[in-house]
């Protein structure tokens, strides 16, 4: 049965108060979101749908196909908690968001450029970017002000001028021997298509242009919810080839992020990002 509109007014009404919990009990809250998220999606059958995530994992059956959906309520349920936070804070991350490095960061070594994808929990990214040793240059669409002081953030939006600039930067802060940070799966200008899924999925040029002309690796990582805390999924180092064409080299590129994400959504499909499924399902409508 449908949640009624009364019905989804009281879970926006839930995820508000969770938001303003947040500040004081952050795991409690986050936690709590994560449950409510589940229990709204399995009442509404929506926002995935059951038959939208076998669109895309058709292996799964029905009632599998139900709980990725279920998860994947729960976690976008968490994400809005914390985007309505970092709205109200500026950025400013929720303490203990991250409790202690993943082992995984520990072994990147800058430059290099890392990589994400708006899967998990992308909101969570400043908290990871806090535990590396250098400091991060983050590309984003929007700007607002980072409370992390290694942290530095430029919006790709606007002009292929203004772009130009920001591309610009990103490059002498890799020549700095830092860290640049840019989704991979969001695309406001020069795009490439790879194959995702069994679909196509359009990713950002920029990165993996960058990551040739620099001369440095491209890491594919995403952010995960566990409890009211995150965790962190780091790629191996992808490498440009040097040998191949500049186009035929940033394809590779793209390919190999691809084909790390989609192995991270085969193991475990609950962590697709809803944006991402209704981009993929769309497609394969077309």
Known sequence: MPVSQAARRSFDFLE?????VAEHRPQLSLSAGGHVGHLRNRLSQRWPSPEQVHILFPSLS????ARVAWKIGGIEA??????????KDGDRMLPGLMPRPAPALSRLHPPLILGFF???????????????????LALRLGLRRPAVPTLTVLTIEGSTQQRALVFSRAMAHLQACGVV????????GPSLTVPFLG???????GPFAMARLAGVPLVPLAARWHGGTVEVEVGDELVADG???????????AIAAAGWLENYLRSDPGEMGLGLLHRLVLSSDK
């Open 78 to 87: 968490r994400n809005r908690i914390l985007a309505r936070y970092l709205e």
């Open 118 to 136: 708006h899967v998990g929990a992308p909101h969570a990214l400043g908290a990871v970017f806090e535990w590396l040793p250098v400091p991060v």
């Open 181 to 188: 940070a840019s989704a991979l799966d969001f695309v406001s």
């Open 62 to 65: 029905r009632h599998e196909a």
């Open 243 to 253: 040998f191949s064409s500049p186009e035929i080299c940033e394809r590779n590129l």
């Open 16 to 20: 508000r108060c969770l938001s303003h």
């Open 199 to 205: 679909r196509s999925l359009e990713l950002a040029r």
